[in-house]
């Protein structure tokens, strides 16, 4: 990776790894905080239950959090593929903000207190998907505990972003200074 650094500029890049830092502090203070990921987040896992419609009640509201959290995943994968190691940093900050949007929407089950959004008819009847799936798997008084726990892995998940993304923006930070001293500096 220390190779794949050289020629890469961490200027561009820092700006990125700053503002997951901040999102990261944001969401250890504040759990159902706002971030720029929000309305993808939520595009995604509204169109999930929609994907997994296929196969039962049950699976097509799953489907919003399946896709919700397979999407950073499945983009980590892609910029693996590209030998994109930075982007792979970044898809672990956006699965951290989803990470921590499904503990709050977990948390909730029983509280059923968050305001709910549906692809369906809005004058319908709206579900909570995790107090039916909660309570669907006979889990629904563990929501808080479940919420609690999915949040730390969001908490680990932006860990990964933020050390993984400053240790490679560290290294192209030397790889360019060494780059200047070996070749002298630009006029």
């Not at 549906?118 to 909570?128: C, E, F, M």
Request: aromatic share 12%; net charge neutral; glycine share 10%.
């Amino acid at each position: 990776m220390r190779e794949w650094c050289r020629g890469r500029s961490w200027a561009v890049r820092l700006p990125l790894l700053a503002y997951f830092a901040w999102v990261g502090v944001r969401q250890v203070m504040e759990p159902s905080c706002w971030s720029l990921f929000a309305p993808l987040n939520l595009a995604i896992h509204e169109a999930g239950h929609l994907l997994f419609r296929f196969d039962g009640e049950f699976l097509c509201v799953a489907g919003g959090t399946l896709l919700q959290l397979a999407a950073p995943a499945a983009s980590a994968a892609m910029f693996i593929r590209q030998r994109d190691y930075f982007a792979v940093a970044a898809c672990s900050g956006w699965l951290s903000t989803n990470l921590y949007d499904v503990g709050v929407y977990m948390a909730d089950a029983r509280a059923q207190a968050l305001d709910l959004v549906t692809v369906g008819d809005p004058q319908g009847p709206i579900r909570h998907d995790w107090n039916y799936m909660l309570g669907a798997l006979g889990l629904i008084e563990h929501d808080r505990s479940l919420g609690w726990l999915v949040r730390q892995a969001g908490l680990l998940a932006m860990l990964v972003c933020l050390a993984g993304g400053g240790w490679l923006l560290w290294n192209m930070f030397v790889a360019e200074r060494t780059g200047r001293k070996a070749g002298g500096d630009p006029p």
